[in-house]
């Protein structure tokens, strides 16, 4: 069923379907109670070609659910893709991981600086996606790096 979602998503345009995804998120995180809460949400971003392609970032609607129930900005310019990648969803875990190091790139300024910042995915893999775009952030002085993403594959 979580596969089918993020499917419709991804592939059909369903965007729906991340605000629903994301309004629940919120909840269940603030039930958690956070002790260092974020201060911005951050989208995995897509190549600019990637996003002509499909007309749209898959996870832009469950970022801004998520920000808008924790009262945080949801940023798209800070954190962008410098390289285009075919799709992953056809490769093994280990072609998924390799070449990503420096796919990343942030764009700051010193309003950015110590800022606590939630990147938010569609599937956690591997961990490669996560960890460059990590990378890239942590190039921001004093930034510091949470993450959720709407499914893990086995």
């Known amino acids: 069923m979580v596969q089918e979602l993020i499917h419709n998503l991804k592939y059909k345009g369903h965007q729906e379907i991340g605000t629903v995804l994301g309004n629940w998120y919120a909840e269940d995180l603030k039930e958690l109670q956070l002790e260092i809460p974020f201060d911005v949400v951050i989208p995995v971003p897509l190549h600019k070609r990637k996003f002509k392609e499909r007309g749209y970032n ?3 609607t469950f970022g801004k659910a998520i920000a808008h129930g924790f009262e945080v900005p949801f940023n798209e310019k800070l954190l962008f893709r410098k390289v285009y990648s075919k799709t992953q969803s056809k490769k ?7 070449n990503i190091e420096n796919i990343f790139d942030v764009e700051f300024n010193e309003s950015d600086h110590h800022k606590h910042f939630l990147i938010v995915d569609d599937v956690f893999t591997t961990g490669a996606t996560i960890e460059a775009c990590s990378r890239a952030l942590l190039k921001i002085p004093g930034a510091k790096i949470s993450m959720i993403c709407m499914a893990m594959a086995h």
């Open 92 to 98: 093994s875990l280990l072609g998924r991981s390799e």
């Open 58 to 60: 898959q996870v832009t």
